[in-house]
C-alpha cells in the first residue's frame, strides 16, 4: 500500500475520500485553486498543494498541475474523485506513465466505455441486453430513418459523445424526424466535436436502477447490488436509494450478473457503475426488461447508499484494489441488509428551473443526532461559489425499512438549519412528502409529472417577526460601543430606554422583512430579557434571555405562546445586519437598517452588471437609455450548460451596454452599467 494518497478534486467528495485514506493510516493531500483557498477539503489534508486559478479549466481539469504536485510531496496514488479528471482515459495513462497509482481502472477500460455506441458493442457482446436500436457506422439520414422505422415510435436519438442529455432527442412519429436529428447533430457537433448519433427505442415509464460493480487485478469481480435513481431533475439525480423499491429477487440477480458480466469483458479493476434503464409500467418481476445505458468508469456521487446496505466502505475497496491487493469479499459474502436514501442538498432555486445560486452560506447544520450521515465540502460561511458544481451536501440515511429510513429523512431535512442562499431544501422535503413516494410509484418522469406540488414553497412564518425584535434589541444591547467614562451596567447610561419610574421608552426599529420595509417601536430588554413592541396598534410581549449569538436556539413566549428558532447573524458593509431565524426547515430573513445601513448605498446597490463567469451572451432584452426596476432581468446568458439570468444590480438608467446575442465574456467582464435617471 502507498503511504500517500493525493486527491485531485474538491467539495464533500475530497472530504469523504480524505476519511478513508486517513482511517487506513495514510497521509492526505489535497490539491486547490483560488477560490478554495481555506476551503474545508484543502484545509482537512495534511498538505495542499495551490493548482491554479478557479476556472476548473485551469486548475482541477490541468493534468499536469496535478501530477506535479503528487511529484512534489511524493504521493504514491491519486483518487480523482468523480467529475473532472476522474474518466479521462490519457490522465489515466499519464499517471501509470508517472508511476503514481491512479485510484480507478486502467486507461483501456475507461476508453471503452467512453462512447456509447461503442459501449453497446461491447455489451452486446458480453451478452449484456442492451436498448433496441441502431448503434452502426452509417451515418447518412435514411439508414438511421429506416432503423427508426424499424425499431417503431417513439425512438431516441442519441449522440454518441453524449452526456449531461446533450446531443439527445426525442422523436415521436416519423415526420419529426430529419429536423431532431439534424439538431441533435449539430448540439453534437458544438457540444463534444463528434456529430454521430444512435438511435435508441425510448422505453415510456423507465426507471433507472444502476449495479455498483467492483473488479480487482486478479480477474474478480463482484457487484454490491443496486440503486434506483429514478428521480431526476435535468437527467441529474437528486434522491437515490438502495435496494430498489419492489425489487424482484430473480431481477436483481440477473442484473447483477449482467453487470459482473459487463465488468468482466472490460477487464475491470475498481469501482464502476453499470445504469440500466428499466422498464418501468408494472411491478418489477424475473421478467422486466432491463437495458444498458451507460458504465460509469469510476466512484459515484450516490456510492454512500450502498455503503449503507453492505456496511461496505467503497474508498477502502478502491484504495486496496489500486494497491493490488484481491477484493476483500466474494460476492455471497457481501450482506444486503435494511434501506438506504440519500438526498442531493443542492444551491438552487427549484421554483425558477433548477437555477443554481451563488453567494454566501451564512449558516449550515444538518443534524446527525437522528442518524444521517452527512457528506459536505462547506461550512456555515462559505461561499458557494459559480465556478463549480452547487452541491452542498447529501444526507444519507438507512433503516430496517424503507419507511423508516424516509421517516427519518423528513425528520433530519425538518430540522436542518441553512441561511443565505436559496436551496432545494423544501423541494426534497416535499419530494419526500408525495404519496407517489412513499408507495414508491415512480419513474424518470416523476418530477416533471410533479413539479407544481414539489417547487411549492413553505407559508411564510409570522410567528418569528416578534423573535426577530426580541433577538435585534439583544444584539444591539451586546454591540453597544462602550466609551471611556460610560459606565456600561448603569441605566443612566447608554440606550437602555430606562426611565426612572416609568414603563420602558420605547424607540424605533426599521427592518426590511419579505419585500415589505417595517417601522416598529419596541422596547429594550428588561432584566428578565423581556422586551414589548407595537404592531398594528397592539402591543406584544416577547420574553426572552440572551439571544444575540449566531447558532443559538432561540425559544421565547410571544404573548404566552412558546416559539422557537435558530438564529444567524450576518453584517454586510453599508446592508446593516441581516438576522436569519430558522425552523421547521424554512428561513425567514430580516435586513435591520442599524448604525452599519447606508441608505443610498443599499438603495443604489453598485451600478455595474458583471457577467458571473465566462460563458456566452443569448438574449438581450434592454438597450441602452431604458429605464428600469432593480432586478429587472436584462440579459440571458448561458454558461456550463445552463441559462443565467442577469438582472439589473439597481434601478435608473442603462447606458454602456456593449454585448449582444452571441457574445463571449468574460468572468467579471461589466456588460452594462446603471446610472440614475438625471445623471
Ligand atoms: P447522458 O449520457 O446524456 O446523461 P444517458 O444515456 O445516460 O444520457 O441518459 C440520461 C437519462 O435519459 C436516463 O437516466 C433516462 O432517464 C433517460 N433515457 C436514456 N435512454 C432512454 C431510453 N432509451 N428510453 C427512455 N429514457 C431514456
Known amino acids: 500500500m502507498f503511504d500517500k494518497v493525493l486527491i485531485a478534486n474538491r467539495g464533500e467528495i475530497a472530504c469523504r475520500i480524505m476519511r478513508t485514506a486517513r482511517a487506513m493510516g495514510l497521509k492526505t493531500v489535497a490539491v486547490y485553486s483560488d477560490a478554495d483557498d481555506s476551503s474545508m477539503h484543502m484545509q482537512m489534508a495534511d498538505e495542499a498543494v495551490h493548482i491554479g486559478p478557479a476556472a476548473a479549466s485551469e486548475s482541477y481539469l490541468v493534468a499536469d498541475n496535478i501530477l506535479n504536485a503528487a511529484r512534489q510531496t511524493g504521493a504514491g496514488a491519486i483518487h480523482p474523485g468523480y467529475g473532472f479528471l476522474s474518466e479521462n482515459a490519457a490522465f489515466a495513462k499519464a499517471c501509470e506513465n508517472a508511476g503514481i497509482a491512479f485510484i480507478g481502472p486502467s486507461a483501456k477500460a475507461i476508453a471503452s466505455m467512453g462512447l456509447k455506441d461503442e459501449a453497446k458493442v461491447i455489451m452486446e457482446a458480453a451478452g449484456v441486453p442492451v436498448v433496441p436500436g441502431y448503434h452502426g457506422a452509417a451515418q447518412d439520414e435514411k439508414t438511421l430513418m ?165 456496511g461496505q466502505d467503497l474508498v477502502e475497496w478502491q484504495l486496496r484494489v489500486a494497491a493490488d491487493e484481491p477484493l476483500p469479499l466474494a460476492q455471497e459474502d457481501i450482506p444486503l441488509e435494511g434501506h438506504a436514501m440519500e438526498v442531493r442538498l443542492y444551491a438552487e432555486d427549484a421554483a425558477k428551473g433548477f437555477m443554481p445560486q451563488t453567494g454566501k452560506l451564512v449558516h449550515f447544520d444538518v443534524p446527525d443526532y437522528l442518524g444521517a450521515r452527512i457528506d459536505t465540502g462547506v461550512r456555515g460561511g462559505d461561499e458557494i461559489s459559480i465556478h463549480y458544481d452547487p452541491m452542498i451536501a447529501k444526507v444519507i440515511v438507512s433503516g430496517q425499512t424503507r419507511d423508516e429510513a424516509l421517516s427519518t429523512l423528513s425528520s433530519t431535512l425538518r430540522e436542518t438549519n441553512i441561511a443565505g442562499l436559496k436551496t432545494n431544501l423544501t423541494f426534497l422535503a416535499n419530494v419526500l412528502d408525495t404519496d407517489a413516494f412513499q408507495n414508491a410509484q415512480f419513474d424518470t418522469g416523476f418530477i416533471d409529472a410533479h413539479l407544481d406540488a414539489l417547487i411549492a414553497e413553505d407559508e411564510h412564518n409570522d410567528q418569528l417577526l416578534p423573535l426577530a425584535v426580541l433577538a435585534y434589541r439583544h444584539h444591539e444591547v451586546m454591540h453597544r460601543p462602550v466609551s471611556p467614562g460610560n459606565d456600561y451596567a448603569s441605566p443612566f447610561d447608554g440606550e437602555s430606554g430606562w426611565q426612572l419610574n416609568l414603563p420602558p421608552m420605547m424607540s424605533e426599529i426599521i427592518f426590511d422583512h419579505n419585500g415589505e420595509e417595517y417601522h416598529l417601536r419596541a422596547s429594550y430588554p428588561d432584566d428578565d430579557g423581556s422586551i414589548s413592541f407595537v404592531q398594528n396598534g397592539t402591543v406584544q410581549t416577547v420574553t426572552g434571555a440572551d439571544y444575540a449569538h449566531s447558532g443559538v436556539r432561540l425559544r421565547a413566549n410571544v404573548d404566552g405562546e412558546q416559539v422557537q428558532a435558530t438564529i444567524a447573524w450576518s453584517m454586510e458593509e453599508n446592508h446593516g445586519s441581516s438576522l436569519y431565524l430558522m425552523a421547521n426547515g424554512g428561513c425567514e430573513a430580516f435586513h435591520f437598517h442599524d448604525e452599519h445601513w447606508n441608505e443610498a448605498d443599499a438603495a443604489a446597490g453598485p451600478g455595474t452588471l458583471a457577467a458571473p463567469m465566462p460563458g456566452k451572451i443569448i438574449d438581450v432584452m434592454a438597450k441602452n437609455g431604458d429605464v428600469v426596476e432593480q432586478d429587472q432581468p436584462l440579459l440571458i446568458m448561458e454558461a456550463m450548460k445552463m441559462e443565467y439570468t442577469l438582472k439589473a444590480p439597481r434601478a435608473g438608467i442603462i447606458k454602456d451596454l456593449n454585448v449582444a446575442v452571441g457574445d463571449q465574456v468574460a468572468d467579471g467582464s461589466a456588460v452594462l452599467e446603471i446610472a440614475d435617471q438625471d445623471d
Not at 426525442?170 to 449539430?186: I, N, P, Q, T
Not at 447483477?256 to 445504469?275: F, H, M, P, R, S
Open 146 to 310: 429506416a432503423a427508426a422505422e424499424d425499431i417503431g415510435y417513439p425512438i431516441l436519438i442519441k449522440a454518441v459523445a453524449g452526456g449531461g442529455g446533450k446531443g439527445m432527442r426525442l422523436v415521436g412519429k416519423a415526420g419529426e424526424f430529419a429536423d431532431a436529428l439534424a439538431s441533435a447533430k449539430r448540439e453534437a457537433k458544438s457540444a463534444f466535436g463528434n456529430d454521430h448519433c444512435l438511435i435508441e427505442k425510448f422505453i415510456t415509464k423507465p426507471r433507472h436502477i444502476e449495479i455498483q460493480v467492483f473488479g480487482d487485478k486478479h480477474g474478480n469481480a463482484v457487484h454490491l447490488y443496486e440503486r434506483d435513481c429514478s428521480l431526476q431533475r435535468r437527467h441529474q439525480k437528486v434522491v437515490e436509494e438502495a435496494p430498489a423499491p419492489g425489487m424482484d429477487p430473480a431481477l436483481r440477480q440477473k442484473m447483477g450478473d449482467a453487470a459482473v458480466a459487463a465488468a468482466k469483458a472490460i477487464g475491470y479493476a475498481g469501482a464502476g457503475t453499470v445504469e440500466f434503464i428499466v422498464d418501468g409500467s408494472g411491478p418489477l418481476s424475473a421478467d422486466t426488461g432491463f437495458y444498458f445505458m451507460e458504465m460509469n468508469t469510476r466512484l459515484q456521487v450516490e456510492h454512500p447508499v450502498t455503503e449503507m446496505i453492505t
